[in-house]
């Protein structure tokens, strides 16, 4: 037994080594016909193989709140939230065409926790999902040795079907070499979803572009700005509004 359960395992067919395991343990399943057992253990492999890769999915991801979840964001802490775009943003038929989605708000509103959120809903779809901020992408590029490590770091972020950018625009030392980046970046995701976080509305994107690297502003602007849905989160009771990182502490036990 112990030698079929490790040829299991080798095989990468743990599920069903496990349940292979339980059924030889069980004394009541020994009168079992033996093609009904063998489809108990069958369907274990068959059933966990869509939650493992899900979870892989989210693993790879490395979202920053990797607890977020759409069914867990409070509506009513005196920010301008849309239950039912988020809802149908949950969906994930804007990655099917494409589309991209503006998150802006000041800091604290929680952002990175809806688009958190949206990237849960991703991997929970089987889409290959990618959490960064702007400042990381940029270190990250800046490190590379040479042309064919650049080109390596540049293909991480331009293949996943959704890329979440956090803190975009918020580097006041960004310049003509981060800005080409950013241009090689829209332009090889052009037909994929990138979530874009910011404390900075898009109405001032293209000036801070413009201002660091000069006529790339327009090529970037036109490539992530079409089919576009915007999630500006705006304070709308002070009395009630309070900072979403106390809020989404995962140590408090209320919703988030």
């Known amino acids: 037994m112990e030698k079929t359960i490790e040829e299991l395992i080798a095989m990468h ?56 979840n759409i069914q867990d964001i409070n509506y009513d802490v005196g920010r301008t939230l849309n239950r039912k775009q988020l809802h149908e943003l949950a969906t994930c038929n804007y990655i099917v065409l494409g589309s991209n989605i503006f998150i802006t708000g000041a800091t604290g509103v929680g952002k990175t926790y809806v688009a958190c959120a949206l990237g849960a809903e991703a991997c929970h779809h089987y889409y290959k999902t990618l959490y960064i901020r702007l400042p990381e992408l940029f270190l990250l590029l800046g490190e590379a040795a040479d042309a064919m490590v650049l080109r390596k770091w540049l293909n991480k972020f331009t293949t996943p079907k959704l890329l979440i950018i956090d803190d975009w625009l918020l580097d006041d030392t960004m310049g003509t070499k981060e800005v080409q980046w950013l241009m090689e970046i829209a332009q090889q995701r052009e037909d994929l979803s990138t979530i874009f976080c910011s404390q900075v509305a898009p109405s001032d994107w293209y000036d801070i572009l413009n201002k660091a690297g000069g006529r790339v502003a327009d090529a970037i602007m036109d490539r992530i700005v079409n089919n576009t849905y915007q999630i500006a989160i705006n304070s709308m009771d002070s009395e009630k509004n309070i900072s979403m990182r106390a809020l989404y502490n995962p140590l408090k036990t209320s919703k988030a």
């Open 13 to 68: 067919l743990t599920p069903m080594a496990q349940a292979f395991r339980q059924q030889m343990d069980d004394a009541s399943m020994q009168n079992v016909p033996f093609a009904e057992r063998f489809g108990l253990i069958v369907e274990t492999e068959y059933t966990s193989r869509p939650m493992n890769k899900r979870q892989r999915l989210l693993k790879a991801a490395h979202l920053a709140r990797a607890e977020a």
